[in-house]
């Protein structure tokens, strides 16, 4: 099928890429030329494992084609919308992105008038598809969020647990049974505003198991001997959790979120979180519940500096190493990072603030390090420059701290703010177990 996509962002990119690969002659539109021109030399624009190389075959194969021109959508039949839609000061999604795009493609159908469908893929508030995009294209609009992990997106993508579509129209499910043709996952057919809360459902559940972590490892810091690494590997340990009741089939994914840390981040979870929280007072309803969530969150990264002030006293002139800068291991993602507010948080207390992060540049840290953070190019040199080193990332690469400290000639204090290092014992501190 011929398929379009706009917006080049990390949804978009993502979805054109993997609907080219699996076989469909797609072409990706986005406003920005130097992301175009970018892409279309086969650059990815941001870190994104698998992307890349899929990205150039389909370049070479001619598969896939990118412009900055909504005009070039023109002979498509079915065209993805993925434009950005980020929260307003209050919260409140902001949705004038999606509408301008929307708008621009309506112009450019109604210049060569023939049956196309329209999917709104950005994560939109339940009524966002009824009530602002079928209004401009008529009929013919389907929703259908993508639910793509930073650092697995291809492979989410190319193999998604569930499909899901919100549509109430034959010809549209017509057009999209095509499309989805060549995957495998089930497809789910809803209606639009089920769709669109289903979205916000699911992340807003991954945040809610999060902070629910955090807060019991409150408790656990201040008990004596509880550490919330055992008390939550024992509610792992569930047979209701698993497949089939049984213990021996593979750990549920959902679990790895069922774990104390120094909060979420990145693009997705505080965004949608605070966005249906939004839609709800919209409603008139309140959600005490998502509202703690939220709470928990903000506060959590300051709690590991706090812990940190316990253990040593003032944290002025100390020379302290941020472990992981990006939301989260796999990925150059700073939007949201506990880690980032952990640096904040040290800088006004005065400290002499070190970082290192496996995927983040320096480049792209240079407002920091002129504002005299010290930005580390390997894990050694920064633990080599410290006194305490806080964790606040999972990325792999920092379990190997327990070998380094190991062959170090100094004390070296250890915050583990995301309980990732299990065999080290002496001045080891971290989130969840009393100091
Ligand atoms: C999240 C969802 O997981 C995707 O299903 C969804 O499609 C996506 O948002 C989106 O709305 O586009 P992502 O933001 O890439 O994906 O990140 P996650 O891997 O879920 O991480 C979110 C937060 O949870 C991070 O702070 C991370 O450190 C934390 N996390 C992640 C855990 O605590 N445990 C994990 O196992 C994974």
């Known amino acids: 099928m011929r398929v379009g996509v706009i917006g080049c962002g990390y949804v978009g990119l993502v979805t054109a890429v993997g609907m080219a690969s699996k076989g469909h002659r797609v072409v990706a539109v986005d406003i920005d030329k130097s992301r175009v021109v970018k892409i279309t030399k086969g650059k990815v624009p941001f870190h994104e494992p698998g992307v890349e190389k899929r990205l150039r075959s389909c370049l070479e194969k001619g598969t896939l084609k990118v412009s900055h021109l909504m005009d070039s959508v023109t002979d498509c039949e079915v065209v993805l ?25 309506k112009s450019v159908f109604e210049k060569t008038p023939k049956e196309r469908v329209v999917i709104v893929r950005s994560t939109v508030i339940p009524g966002t598809t009824d009530n602002l995009i079928t209004p401009i294209f008529r009929d013919k609009v389907a929703v259908n969020p993508e639910f793509l992990r930073e650092g697995s997106a291809m492979e989410d993508f190319l193999k998604p647990d569930r499909i899901v579509i919100g549509t109430e129209s034959k010809k549209v499910k017509e057009v999209l049974t095509r499309l989805y043709k060549p995957f495998k996952a089930p497809i789910i057919w809803v209606s639009p505003s089920t769709a669109e809360l289903a979205k916000y459902t699911s992340n807003t559940l991954l945040a ?64 949608d979180l605070s966005a249906l929280i939004a839609y709800a007072s919209s409603l008139s309803q309140d959600t005490p519940l998502l509202k703690g969530v939220a709470a928990v969150n903000t506060e959590q990264p300051f709690r590991v500096v706090k812990m940190a002030e316990r253990i040593v006293g003032s944290l002025a002139g100390r020379k302290i190493v941020v472990l992981g800068v990006a939301f989260k291991g ?89 309980r990732i290092l299990k065999n080290i014992k002496k001045d080891y501190f971290a989130v969840g177990r009393a100091i």
Do not use: M, W
């Open 330 to 418: 796999g990925t150059d993602d700073l939007r949201e990072s506990p880690g980032l507010r952990i640096v904040e948080k040290l800088l006004l207390e005065k400290a002499q603030v070190i970082v290192y992060d496996p995927l983040v540049s320096v480049r792209t840290l240079k407002d920091y390090q002129e504002r005299g953070v010290k930005i580390a190019t390997s894990l050694n040199s920064a633990i080599n420059l410290a006194e305490i080193v806080i964790i606040a990332s999972n990325a792999s690469e920092f379990r190997s701290i327990e070998k380094i400290k190991g062959e170090l000639n100094k004390n070296l204090l250890i915050l583990d703010g995301r």
């Open 81 to 105: 919308i993925c434009v950005q839609t980020p929260p307003k000061p209050d919260g409140v999604i902001n949705l004038k992105i999606l509408e301008e795009a929307s708008n621009n493609l």
């Open 208 to 271: 809610t198991l999060i902070s629910f972590s955090n807060e019991i490892a409150r408790l656990c810091e201040k008990t004596s001997k509880a550490d919330i690494e055992e008390v939550l590997g024992i509610v792992h340990l569930d047979r209701r959790f698993y497949q089939n009741g049984s213990l021996n089939s593979e750990k549920p994914g959902i679990l790895t979120y069922l774990k104390a840390g120094c909060g979420f981040g990145g693009s997705c979870l505080p965004k």
